[in-house]
Nanobody, 120 residues
Framework: QVQLVESGGGSVQSGGSLRLSCAAS???????IGWFRQAPGKEREGIAH???????WYGDSVKGRFTISRDNAKNAVYLQMNSLKPEDTAMYYC???????????????WGQGTQVTVSS
């Protein structure tokens, strides 16, 4: 069983930065991690994921602006978000599973989410 808790969300102006954290319990190093976001009225969007070896993938909407990383010693995954835009406004979730789902929202474990609001 893995429990995930996101933090670091908030309100920023366009062009600003935020760093989201996802704190995990359990045998964290054995889990694949994904970051998702969901804006009101829109489907949940997979934006980045990282595998157990540290290889990463990004969606086109965030590529070059967001960076996903993990610190297995601290049981944590991070999402550094730079050059934020109003369209990045959403609830952000981290997710974990022993299966590599990539950006499919089929992960077994989810956090409660953290809100990111970007104003123009």
């Amino acid at each position: 069983q893995v429990q995930l808790v996101e933090s670091g969300g908030g309100s920023v102006q366009s062009g600003g930065s935020l760093r989201l954290s996802c704190a995990a319990s359990g045998f964290f190093s054995m889990y694949y991690i994904g970051w998702f976001r969901q804006a009101p009225g829109k489907e949940r969007e997979g934006i980045a994921h990282i595998d157990t070896g540290g290889s990463t993938w990004y969606g086109d909407s965030v590529k070059g602006r967001f960076t996903i990383s993990r610190d297995n010693a601290k049981n944590a995954v991070y999402l550094q978000m730079n050059s934020l835009k109003p369209e990045d406004t959403a609830m952000y979730y981290c997710a974990a599973d022993r299966i590599q789902w990539g950006i499919l929202p089929r992960y077994n474990y989810w956090g409660q989410g953290t809100q990111v609001t970007v104003s123009s």
